[in-house]
Nanobody
């Protein structure tokens, strides 16, 4: 299963972008959905996640600026990114994870580039 991301691009510092990720072919409602990013020369890091019951978690660097949400009917997870900074520049990946016995999966998207200019 390949998740499909969209919404990346080039934006000036202080601007906004919204990333979307569609997850076909999985039992979407049980998934914990995560947005990760990887900047050149750095390890991939978890930016934000949302569980099946809607609980969210953010890395400190994006708290108050990014918002993760999901639409189970559209099988889509979103990442609204506001007040973007040059250090947010990275390839952003979405992940769908389930650890439920008998329904376990761990799928990734291909990544979408976000570039923030100063």
């Amino acid at each position: 299963v390949q998740l499909v991301e969209s919404g990346g691009g080039l934006v000036q510092a202080g601007g906004s972008l919204r990333l979307s990720c569609v997850a076909p072919g999985i039992i979407f409602s049980i998934a914990t959905l995560g947005w990760y990013r990887q900047a050149p020369g750095k390890q991939r890091e978890l930016v934000a996640s949302i569980t099946g019951d809607g609980s969210t978690n953010y890395v400190d660097a994006v708290k108050g600026r990014f918002t993760v949400s999901r639409d189970n009917g559209k099988r889509t997870v979103y990442l609204q990114m506001n007040s973007l900074k040059p250090e947010d520049t990275a390839v952003y990946y979405c992940n769908a994870l389930s650890r439920r016995v008998g329904l376990a999966y761990d799928y990734w998207g291909q990544g979408t580039q976000v570039t923030v200019s100063s």
